[in-house]
């Protein structure tokens, strides 16, 4: 029996290659992207020559996921896995291995120069361990060793953050590379180069919509520097809830000052929080921003207590259901960027 499934395969596969040679029609490149950002970009570089689709779905954290079984079905069934690297995707190993996925890979970011993960809150690192007062803290630490938050961040970038409401199990690099426009060109032309050797059969026309597409993101690349010009440089400071944004951050020269991420601690403690809404004080931060892929209680929260408002949503790590004009990487950036200048100009 198990000699007949084997023969059978083979068969198949046969046919499958015939076809494909004797075919222009030849099935779409069955493509699975690990997370939805990546699978809208495989859409526009693919076209009608790919079946494209996500592990992690719209407004899913892929941060927190956890893979089920009809992953591992879908992931099976790939000619072609996109990833975005950077240990983004710490769950997909073991979904690889699930799945029995031997096929080739691309990793979007290969090539970036990644920014270290710094938490985004230096700031709150330093200010918190100017004078040792480790012992002071008033609730507990599940009896971990080292309470030095900052040397968390430098020494043990692979500490395990699960268990919290928005788990951050990342490398010491930031992986959240596509929130840069200019980042995403990279993205393009790794996506573009996996498809063509996956499928050279139409490489020329993978080719010709990289090139379109590569175009609208710098046209809007364009468009969000020219309007961000409305909003003065000591104005661009702005609360978010987890650490997503340093890559636009850099890009447009705003500062995102994230509530989780400035400690071992995914969820914040009291005095985290209370150093936080002390510099959106004293700093005059306006804005305070919702993610769709995070709670929005502790933001809430920090608003109600420093009097910001509450900005809008901004999309991090996933983009917005079909038809929300959040549902593609360009609509999530042009909406993060209305959300911003609305909030911020003067
Ligand atoms: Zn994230």
């Known amino acids: 029996m198990k000699m007949r499934g084997m023969y059978s395969g083979r068969m198949v596969l046969a046919l499958g290659l015939?076809?494909?040679?004797?075919?222009?029609?030849a099935e779409p490149l069955r493509v699975v992207s690990s997370f939805s950002i990546l699978n809208d970009m495989v859409?526009?570089?693919?076209?009608?020559?790919?079946?494209?689709?996500?592990?992690?779905?719209?407004n899913g954290d892929a941060h927190s996921f956890e893979p089920r079984p009809s992953d591992a079905k879908t992931l099976a069934k790939a000619q072609l896995l996109v990833v975005n690297g950077l240990e983004f995707e710490s769950w997909l190993p073991r979904l690889q291995q699930a799945a029995g996925y031997k096929g080739?890979?691309?990793?979007?970011?290969?090539g970036i120069t990644p920014l270290a993960f710094e938490g985004g809150a230096d700031d709150h690192a330093d200010h918190d361990h100017d004078h040792d007062h480790d012992h002071d803290h008033d609730h507990d630490h599940?009896?971990?060793?080292?309470?030095d938050h900052a040397q968390d961040h430098e020494h043990a970038p692979e500490k395990d953050h699960s268990g919290h409401e928005h788990s951050h199990q990342h490398g010491s690099q930031d992986p959240h590379a596509w929130q840069s426009l200019d980042l995403a060109q990279i993205y393009v032309r790794?996506?573009?180069?996996?498809?063509?050797?996956?499928?050279?059969v139409n490489a020329q026309y993978y080719q010709g919509r990289a090139k379109d597409y590569a175009q609208r993101i710098q046209e809007?690349?364009?468009?969000?520097?020219?309007?961000?010009?409305a909003v003065p440089v000591d104005k661009r400071k702005v609360?978010?809830?987890?650490?997503?944004?340093?890559?636009?951050?850099?890009?447009?020269n705003i500062r995102f000052i994230p509530l989780v991420g400035v400690s071992s601690q995914a969820e914040p403690s009291a005095r985290d929080i209370a150093q936080i809404i002390q510099q959106a004080r004293s700093e005059q931060i306006q804005a305070i921003f919702v993610e769709n892929t995070v709670s929005a209680k502790l933001v809430e929260q920090v608003a109600r207590e420093t009097g910001a408002k509450v900005g809008g949503t901004l999309y991090s790590d996933a983009l917005g259901v079909p038809g929300s004009g959040v549902d593609t990487y360009l609509g999530m950036m042009r909406s993060n960027t209305d959300q911003l200048i609305k909030a911020l100009q003067p």
């Open 220 to 229: 809007l690349d364009d468009s969000i520097k020219t309007r961000l010009q």
């Open 190 to 200: 790794n996506i573009s180069k996996g498809l063509e050797q996956a499928d050279p």
């Open 104 to 110: 080739p890979q691309v990793v979007a970011t290969e």
């Open 18 to 25: 015939l076809a494909a040679s004797l075919s222009v029609q």
């Open 142 to 147: 599940d009896h971990e060793p080292a309470h």
């Open 43 to 58: 859409k526009e570089i693919g076209g009608d020559k790919v079946m494209a689709s996500t592990i992690v779905p719209a």
């Open 239 to 252: 609360i978010t809830s987890h650490d997503a944004f340093s890559y636009m951050g850099k890009a447009y």
